[in-house]
């Protein structure tokens, strides 16, 4: 396999999730051409990683003109397409791209034989209410050609880059990083639950990060924690980081606390200690991977609480519906979720001081 082609059309955490398998494809094919296929704005996470030869960006909406002219780019071009999304958009792509492909398809879909019929080897993926973690479901697409059933893979950090010189100036020694905001209102911890978790640790002489993008969503998120405190004691690096300065202050933070999102991703990958506040995502999954991950995992679709590693998921098990694998209650992007509504800040804190008492001791 000379040239391979890793299609990955999805959003960035799950671009993300796709480096355990490009390492393990570089490992097998170590003198291989790796290139790869995603959307405008999600493969930023993947710069600078060393197992990639090239990105090639696509807009959301390519049109007839964007598909001929992806077509005349990558006809026939690449001995392997690796697809790790179900989707037909990606398994075309992978069919324009390579004579062999080796792909994920649903469980469940009308278009599933037309797709199997055309890859090398299939791997059937359950979907959000499955068992398999994407990390694995994407690893076992190397089947045919490496042995991939003991092996504990690990995301790859994008390259780190230094932080701006203002910001390195005003970190202490105690820094934790709190990520608000969620892309969607079904994955959105309360703000107000996150407000009230930040005071809590501002007072007792944490020094608190908040992370996120420069959009109007995130802004309108985060806006309620900035009256807690003011520089440097709480800092708003909302918008002023790429992945690759976050990976560098990750490098520098005693512990993280997020929802659902890529950045809690970037933060397990890191090494720090990772709080993920789950809702009804399903965590089996889903769930941070691990900076150092056992072969095998003893997660569980709903508990209070369950770690491994670095990573500690946070879920209200005492709703049967937890992990429900919907858009929230109403099954819609901007839909309640209950179950995240009743964990409460108290219970975060509890869980945050714990993890820090462990990390100290641990050093000492």
Known sequence: MKRILVVATRQIGDVLLTTPLIRAARERWPESQIEVVGFSG?????????????????????????????????????????????????????????????????????SNWLKRSLLAHAVESAGDRGKVHVVAEKLSLLTPWLDTARSAPRVVLPTADALPNEVEAQLTPDVIVIHVPSMWSYKQWPVQHYRLLAGELLDRGWQIILTGSASARDRECIAPLLTLASAPQLLDLSGQLDFNQLATLFGKAKLYIGPDTSVSHL???????????????NPLRWRPWPAEAPVKSFFVRRAPVQSEGNVTVLQEASMGCVPCGRAGC???????????????????????????????????
Do not use: M
Not at 339 to 364: D, G
């Open 42 to 110: 999600t493969l930023g996470i993947l710069r600078g990683n060393p197992d990639i030869n090239r990105v090639i960006e696509l807009p959301l909406r390519l049109g007839w003109s964007g598909f001929r002219a992806l077509t005349r780019q990558i006809w026939r071009r690449y001995d392997l397409a690796l697809i790790t999304q179900p989707g037909d958009r990606a398994h075309l792509i992978g069919w324009i791209a390579a004579r062999t492909r080796s792909g994920i398809v649903p469980a469940e879909g009308k």
């Open 267 to 281: 933060a397990a990958a890191a090494g720090l200690p990772v709080i993920a506040i789950f809702g009804p995502t």
């Open 330 to 364: 109403d099954d819609h992007l901007q839909s309640r979720s209950d179950c995240l509504q009743a964990i409460t800040p108290q219970r975060v804190l509890t869980q945050a001081l714990a993890e820090l008492e462990s990390n100290s001791q641990n050093r000492a």
